[in-house]
C-alpha cells in the first residue's frame, strides 16, 4: 500500500480541505493587522472576531470569554498558572490527576517551585479519576483543580460534570483540559461546570500551533506573556488571523457533523478491537467502555511498543506506543502504569486514534498486519 | 532514526529462537528501560559453533542481539568476550544516543552466557574428579 494509513490522531490530524482553503485567503489577500485601523485591519479584526462569535457559540459562553493561544499546551499553562498566580492569596493548593498531560503535569511542577502544593488524584484500573480520592484531597486552601476531559492514550472519559460540581460547591476553581474532546464530546461550558477549560486546533484538523482558552466571565487570568493589549491583554501578540479562522470552522464543522462522525468512528473502533481480539492472544485492551469513539489502547503482551510500531509503519501504518524505549527518558507511559499495569503490559501498549478519514479497508488491513507483527515479535520474545 | 542495516537486522534478525541443549545461557535485563535478552550459545573445542538469541525489547535492542550474534559466531571464547557494544554499535552503521544502552545489554548477554558456560564446564571437571 503506497498511502499511509493515518491511525495516530490523538497525536495530530490532517488540516480539513474546506479549513486549509478558507485559511489562504488570510495569508495572501486579507492579511491585515486586526489591530490596525484602516480598511485591511478593520476587515482582519472582523474575521478574529466573527471566530471568536462561532467558538462561543459552540462552547455556549460569551465571545469575550474566549481566548486564542499558539497550541494546547499554552491553555493549560495560562489556565493552571495564570489563575494560581492571580488567585494565589485565596489559597495555595492546586489538586489534579495521575494521567494528565505533561502540558498540565509540569505547570502544576513549576507551581511548586513558587510556593504552591499539590496533590495527585488517582485512577482506577479503568484509567477513570478516582472521585473519591480526588475528593479527599481537597483542603481548605484549595484554589484549583485541574482534570482532563478524555485521556490522549487511552481516551477514558473523565466525570467532568461531576467533578466541576464538587468544585463549585466548594468555590474552587475548576479547569479542564478538553483537547481530546473536542469533536467528540460535548463542549457546553455550562452543562461541564467548567471554569476554563483548554483546547488545541490540530487534534481537530485545524493546523498545528493554534489553540483555544475558556475562561468564565469575572476570572482573570495573570498572562504569560508580557506586550500589547491583543487578547484584552490575558494573551498578547499580534492575532494569528488564519489559524483564528481556520481553528473557529474546524470547530464548527467537527460539531456539524459529530452524530456521523460518532457513527461510523465508534463502529470501526468496534470492528478493529473485536479483529484484534479474536486473531490474536493475550491482548490487553486498555481503553474502557466509557471512552472517546476514535480511541483504542491495547497491550500485546510480551512485545515491546517500539519494535510494533516500526513494524507496523514498513506497512504504511501510523500508530503510537506507551512503551519506556520510545520516551527518550526510558519512563514508561505514566498512564498506562497509573492504571496499576505491570511494566511489560506497558511495554507492549499500543494507541490506535481514528479520524473521520479512517476507512473500514483500512481497519481491515490494519487488524491482519497487526497479527503478522505480532506473531513474528512474539518468535523474537522470551516470553511468549 | 535508525540506519539501514539496524532495520534490515530488525526486520529480518539472524540467530532468533531458543537452542536445545546449550552450553550456556546468558538472561540479562535492562536496568534503564526494563527490557530483557536471553542469548543461548553453544560451544565445541573453546569455540562458539552456535549462538542464538530472544530478545524482549526495541529495534535497536534486536538488531544488535542479530549483529553480536552474528560477530561472534565461529570466534573462540576470548575474542567474544573481547567484543564490545560499540563495535557492535559501529557495525550496525551507529545507534541513536538514547540507545546506545541496548547494545550494551547485548554484550552482557553474551558475556552472562560464557560465564554460565564457565560455571557449567567447572561443576562437570569437579564431578569427574569425584
Ligand atoms: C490531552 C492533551 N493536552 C494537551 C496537549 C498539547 O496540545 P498542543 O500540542 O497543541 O500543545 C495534547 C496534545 O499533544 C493533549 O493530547
Ligand atoms: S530495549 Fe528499551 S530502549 Fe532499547
Redesign the interface.
Known sequence: MEKTIYLDNNATTRVDDTVAGEMLKYFTEEYGNPSSLYSIGAKARTVVEDARKRVAVLLNCEPRDVFFTGSGTESDNLAIKGVARRYKNKGTHIITTAIEHHAVLKSVEQLSKEGFTYDIARVGEDGIVDIEHLKSLIKPDTILISVMYANNETGAIQPIEEIGKIAKERGIYFHTDAVQGAGKLSLNVKELNVDLLSLSGHKFHAPKGVGILYKRTGINPTPLLSGGHQELAVRPSTENVPYIAGIASALEIAYRDIEVHREKQSALKKRLKAGLLKNIDKVVVNTPEKSVFNTLNVSFV???G??IL??LD?FGIAVSTG????S?S?E?SHVIMAMGRD??TC?GSVRFSLSKYTTEEEIDYTIERVRETVEKIR?????K | MYSQTVMDHFRNPHNVGKMENPSGVGKVGNPQCGDEMVIYIKVENNVIVDVTFETFGCVAAIASSSMTTDMIKGKTIEEALGLSNKDVADKLGGLPPVKMHCSVLAEEGIKAAIEDYRKREEEKNNEQKI
Do not use: R, W
Not at chain 1, 512503551?323 to 520510545?326: G, I
Open positions: 510480551g512485545i515491546e517500539e519494535s516500526f513494524t514498513s512503551s519506556a524505549c520510545t527518550g526510558l514508561p511494566h511489560t511495554h518468535k523474537i520474545s522470551p516470553y
